[in-house]
């Protein structure tokens, strides 16, 4: 890799794609890249037919129907770095649909996976969309770490946008621009912090047995075919060492005091689900958890029968 710097911007080259840093600010959505063609970064996964870039192969949608779901994957791995897309999930009765923009190892850690997830739970007329975020370090998919969050927006009528961020010592997820959830890593976690290089993946598929009301909804193939588009891709992440992507991706250890208000009302208002305060689960909280009076209050009158007593 070589690199280029001048007046506080850092031109970094990989294989066929280009990426641009800017110091000048600390919120990771304020980096800026080249625009990315789809084929130039990604690959198919699975279901090709139903992988059809467009806008001159800056977008693509991928479908799922009767006879297929589909899903692509980045061609370079990363460690660490921010990494976004432009999404418009499908229209109309998506129950049992789930749609994925994510970063995994699992290819080559199949028993030792890292995973940072943005999934998409289906959709039944007349309730709020569901996103749920999640991670696994080192094969530790028996410690679930889900959050649930109802949306603000109808994301099956225009594009937004949703970002990862992954550093040494955290992880943060994005909404259009606005933080939802930030993991901080602590010496307990051990291997539990993703770590190891990771592909980032957009995917559709069947999730029927769990996704939708805890799999009491069901996918209708009869409103499909369902169709998720992808735009704006951003890849500002290290397809080498973490020495060496440390050095350009400056970002904080932690979020910015603007970044804290807008995550904490977020989570007081949307969140729906956390791990964190799930007792019946976890009678001890995972080691990264952080007890917010605020954000129980308003889980207890959500769900009373999950959350309604600390104990």
């Known amino acids: 890799m070589s690199s280029l710097c001048l007046s506080g911007v850092l031109f970094l080259c990989a294989p066929s794609i280009f990426f641009l840093v800017s110091f000048a600010q600390n919120h990771p959505s304020t980096l800026f890249t080249f625009p990315l063609h789809f084929h130039q970064a990604f690959n198919p996964l699975y279901g090709g037919g139903n992988i059809v870039p467009y806008d001159g192969n800056n977008s693509v949608q991928i479908s799922m129907d009767a006879t297929t779901s589909s899903g692509f994957h980045s061609k370079l791995m990363y460690v ?37 997830d943005f999934e998409f739970l289906g ?12 991670l696994y370090g080192n094969g530790s998919t028996n410690r679930g770490r889900e959050e649930r969050y109802e949306l603000w927006f109808d994301p099956s009528e225009d594009f937004h946008r949703y970002g990862i961020l992954w550093t040494e010592n955290r992880i943060t997820y994005y909404v259009d621009n606005v933080p939802i959830r930030n993991v901080k890593r602590v010496d307990e976690m051990g291997g539990d912090f993703p770590s190891k290089e990771m592909s980032l993946y957009g995917t559709i598929w069947n999730g029927s047995n769990w996704a939708t009301g805890g799999g009491q909804y ?19 992440g290290c397809p080498s060492n973490p020495g060496q992507c440390n050095e350009y991706l400056r970002i904080s250890n932690d979020l910015t005091r603007g970044e804290r208000a807008q995550m904490h009302d977020f989570r007081r208002k949307l969140m729906t689900y956390s791990y964190c305060y799930d007792r019946k689960r976890y009678a001890v909280p995972l080691p990264e958890c952080v007890f917010n009076s605020l954000e129980f209050q308003h889980l207890q009158k959500f769900d009373p029968w999950t959350f309604g007593s600390r104990k």
């Open 123 to 134: 959709h039944i007329h007349g309730q709020k969309w569901l996103l749920q975020t999640n």
């Open 218 to 236: 069901k996918m209708d193939l009869s409103y499909g075919p369902f169709v998720a588009k992808y735009s704006s891709f951003l890849l500002n």
């Open 80 to 116: 660490h770095g921010y990494f976004q897309t432009s999404l418009k999930l499908p229209e109309n009765y998506t129950a049992g649909v789930v749609v994925t923009f994510y970063a995994c190892n699992n290819h080559k850690y199949p028993f030792y996976r890292d995973e940072i």
